[in-house]
């Protein structure tokens, strides 16, 4: 979460010699890598082990950092960038995973929404001061908010020694196991409706939240905010996020979980909605509804779903949610740039906002037809490992 450069990442590009068509074409290869070894780096995590992959995940973070720390120009920024994909490939699904198996062991797999809603309000309370300082840093040397970044990631890195393997692999790492534990994860995933069903509305809740996160800055230059004001702005729905990350546990609990995907939906597409209004000031109010949801479905989502894979599979499972996640993001981010370039973004946010509301109409009426029934405990699952 050190990485000071996040809040300014387009200005920081541009003052390293890349152009902003250039900024974009690496973001698209960023996402296609993403796309492309989600799924494979989650085999991989499931045969190493976890902190394995961890491991190799921290170390192209290093990589990745001092390349755009030190050096400029497009090609340099794009292998980073490469090598950043395959970092966050790695990662994906891959901490989560550990975690959850960490508490099984210790048979408190009841805890788990509880310390991960923990883990993450941390997380974006971390994030609301990198807002503020990497911006500042900025303003210094444009290259200062990348060099202060190494060392944090450095640190990161060497912390993963300390963690612990909780479970250890039963299969040898090689090609015909590879294969073989892939074909296993799809068969699991083409057998469980109730995952079917998570990793669908992932698609939508994710590219939601990484569409409207990324375009937030042009968003409330539209609705009259102060450039000065928006790094305080980010600080705030950083916290909110945050906040619905602590609350998600007991929210959960009195809501339930059929009420709780419902909000989750019913946030999504009011905030979208509301968005695409373009109302003066005051829409900020309305990205907020987005920072939050994107707290509590970040906490529930990985909760429901770690609670029917089994141990052996957790890393692969995950994966192939992360994968649906970057399906999403992929092709509706290109959906939003093409209807902001042609009629402005109020329009792309209006358009946006009705494809969601039919994508979870489309999921909720498919489920519906087959019959899946909304509780973790009658839910399609196997015996976990």
Not at 43 to 64: C, H, P, Q, R, W
């Amino acid at each position: 979460m050190g990485r000071f450069f996040i809040p300014v990442l387009a200005l920081f590009y541009i003052a390293s010699q890349v152009s902003l068509e250039q900024f974009s074409i690496i973001m698209s290869v960023f996402a296609l890598t993403t796309l492309l070894l989600d799924v494979p780096t989650g085999v991989i995590a499931d045969l190493i082990g976890k902190k394995n992959t961890l491991l190799l995940s921290g170390f192209m973070y290093i990589i990745e950092i001092f390349l755009i720390a030190f050096f400029n120009g497009f090609w340099i920024f794009l292998i980073a960038k490469i090598i950043s994909g395959i970092g966050v490939s790695l990662g994906s699904g891959t901490d989560s995973a550990l975690l959850f198996d960490t508490l099984k062991k210790q048979k408190r797999i009841d805890q788990h929404k509880k310390i991960s809603g923990s883990i993450s309000t941390v997380s974006n309370i971390s994030m609301a001061f990198v807002f503020i300082i990497g911006a500042f840093l900025f303003s210094i040397n444009p290259k200062l908010p990348a060099i202060l970044s190494l060392p944090l990631v450095t640190l990161g890195f060497f912390l993963t020694f300390f963690l612990e393997e909780p479970y250890k692999s039963r299969k040898k790492f090689n090609v015909k196991n590879y294969f073989k534990h892939l074909k296993e994860g799809f068969v699991y995933f083409k057998n469980s409706k109730y995952i079917q069903y998570l990793c669908f509305l992932a698609l939508f809740v994710s590219a939601t939240i990484s569409i409207t996160l990324s375009m937030s800055s042009a968003y409330f230059k539209e609705i009259l905010i102060p450039v000065s004001v928006i790094g305080i702005l980010a600080f705030v729905a950083s916290l909110t996020t945050a906040f619905a990350s602590k609350k998600t546990h007991s929210l959960e609990k009195f809501l339930g979980e059929h009420k709780s995907f419902l909000l989750i939906q019913m946030g999504i597409v009011v905030g979208l909605f509301l968005i695409s209004l373009m109302i003066p000031f005051f829409g900020f109010l309305f990205y907020l509804i987005i920072a939050f949801i994107a707290g509590f479905s970040g906490v529930l989502l990985g909760d429901y779903i770690n609670h029917h894979i089994e141990t052996s599979h957790r890393a692969t499972i995950l994966s192939i949610k992360g994968m649906f996640s970057n399906i999403g993001v992929f092709i509706l981010f290109i959906l939003v740039g093409k209807l902001t370039s042609f009629k402005g973004l109020g329009f792309s946010f209006l358009i946006f906002a009705s494809v969601i509301l039919i994508g979870f109409v489309l999921i909720f009426f498919y489920f519906r037809k087959h019959n899946l029934v909304f509780s973790q405990e009658s839910a399609t699952n196997q015996p976990q490992n």
